[in-house]
């Protein structure tokens, strides 16, 4: 197993590895093809505004497209060692691009990286929950316009 994100070269115990981690990746697959979406914009943005070219941007941006459709499809995980899916997609960004990977943290912080993520997920449940709210209110009122005929 390689170190996790935390550790600082020494061996870690499973067992504190149990207590930090916990079911982390398991829940963080939800999050992975909306932290792919708002890492695809934070790289668009810096090569908006000449950070990145826009070349290294367009790399960026596909593979993070990439790792959604790996996502969708079932392929890709999130390592025990990984903790999290910002940090497996940063993994799989350096794997597939080298440093340039590593570039999709610049000008934000990692909490940054984490609350957009939440927030699109959260927008993505509310937006699901209204729609099947409004279904169900149409049905109320398909019914209730049968039973004025009764």
Avoid at 79 to 96: G, N, P, S, Y
Avoid at 122 to 144: E, K, P, S
Wanted: with cysteine.
């Amino acid at each position: 197993m390689s170190d996790p994100l935390w550790g600082k070269g020494e061996p870690t115990d499973e067992r504190m590895l149990r207590l930090t981690v916990g079911e982390d990746p398991v829940l963080d697959l939800q999050l992975v093809g909306f932290d792919c979406l708002g890492s695809a914009a934070h790289a668009r943005m810096l090569a908006a505004i000449g950070v990145l070219s826009e070349e290294e941007g367009g790399k960026l941006v596909g593979a993070l497209r990439s790792i959604r459709e790996d996502h969708r499809e079932g392929r890709f995980v999130i390592r025990q060692e990984q903790e999290d899916c910002h940090t497996a997609i940063e993994h799989a960004l350096v794997r597939d691009l080298g440093e340039l990977g590593k570039q999709i943290h610049t000008g934000r912080s990692r909490n940054d990286q984490v609350l957009v993520a939440i927030r699109l997920y959260l927008r993505n449940r509310v937006l699901l929950w209204l729609d099947r709210i409004t279904r169900l209110a149409r049905q109320f009122l398909a019914r209730n316009e049968e039973w004025k005929q009764i």
